[in-house]
Nanobody
Framework: QVQLVESGGGLVQAGESLTLSCVASGRGFSNYAMGWFRQAPGKEREFVAAISQNGRNTYYTGSVKGRFTISRDNAKNTVYLQMNSTKPEDTAVYYC???????????????WGQGTQVTVSS
């Protein structure tokens, strides 16, 4: 079992970039597929991106494709979300999640972090 801690959130202006990090403690980080989700006020938590255990396969929701990049460094037990060309609608609490496979990341069980707030001003 891993424990996850997100960081890197903050306030940016639309069009600016931001990189979120999620550090895992515990054993076996490289055995987990990882994902990022977000939850805006008054909305349900939604899937943003996922990455396979070896980092070779990535998946994105349509609204962030081409703007966000998920990556991981297994030596540092860290998964990243590079957010470029940000928009006000990207404002949300961002969460990372560890799961057994990328297929199961969007809807299956897993381990969650506590979240980090991202606010994009117009």
């Amino acid at each position: 079992q891993v424990q996850l801690v997100e960081s890197g959130g903050g306030l940016v202006q639309a069009g600016e970039s931001l990189t979120l990090s999620c550090v895992a403690s515990g054993r076996g980080f490289s055995n987990y597929a990882m994902g990022w989700f977000r939850q805006a006020p008054g909305k349900e938590r939604e899937f943003v991106a996922a990455i396979s255990q070896n980092g070779r396969n990535t998946y994105y929701t349509g609204s962030v494709k081409g703007r966000f990049t998920i990556s991981r460094d297994n030596a540092k037990n860290t998964v990243y979300l590079q957010m470029n060309s940000t928009k006000p609608e990207d404002t949300a609490v961002y969460y990372c999640k560890a799961g057994p496979t990328t297929v199961q990341i969007p809807t299956g069980s897993g381990t969650w972090g506590q979240g980090t707030q991202v606010t994009v001003s117009s």
